[in-house]
């Protein structure tokens, strides 16, 4: 039998999540990470990005490097990454400034108690980005 919390997520997921419009063409990148399957660091987990407890320095340091949007979404232990830019975005040297942050690593350090990784992993190191391998739009998704 369904929980009324796990109805009323249900509910909200199959409404869909509104987009930002930005009023320049963006990229989007998709990582994939594994938490440790189990439920009580899962919920950690989810609790650690609670808007009033993720860190501000985090999210002052995403923004730093250029992302202009950034989503997790999670099922079961498995989670992905949706992170938007600019067209001229350098993932690499975004991604070594990011690490280089104040807080960053001890971030990192943090999460990792819930993730399958290898200790002192850099959020780099943690995330696999993804290969798109379908897109609908005939002109292959690219902005005009």
Request: aromatic share 12%; glycine share 6%.
């Amino acid at each position: 039998m369904r929980t009324f919390a796990a109805t009323l997520t249900q509910h909200k997921m199959t409404e869909g999540f509104r987009v930002k419009k930005y009023d320049q063409p963006v990229k989007r990148y998709v990582e994939t990470m594994d938490l440790k399957d189990e439920p009580e660091l899962i919920g950690r987990y989810r609790d650690a990005h609670r808007r009033e407890n993720f860190w501000p320095e985090i999210k002052a340091g995403i923004k730093e490097v250029g992302i202009l949007e950034m989503e997790e979404y999670i099922i079961g232990s498995r989670v992905v990454m949706v992170i938007e830019t600019s067209l001229d975005f350098d993932w690499d040297k975004a991604m070594e400034k990011l690490a280089r942050l104040p807080r960053q690593q001890e971030w990192e350090d943090y999460v990792a108690v819930f993730q399958k990784c290898k200790e002192g992993d850099t959020s780099a190191g943690k995330w696999q980005l993804m290969e798109r391998m379908f897109y609908l739009y005939e002109d292959g998704g690219e902005a005009r």
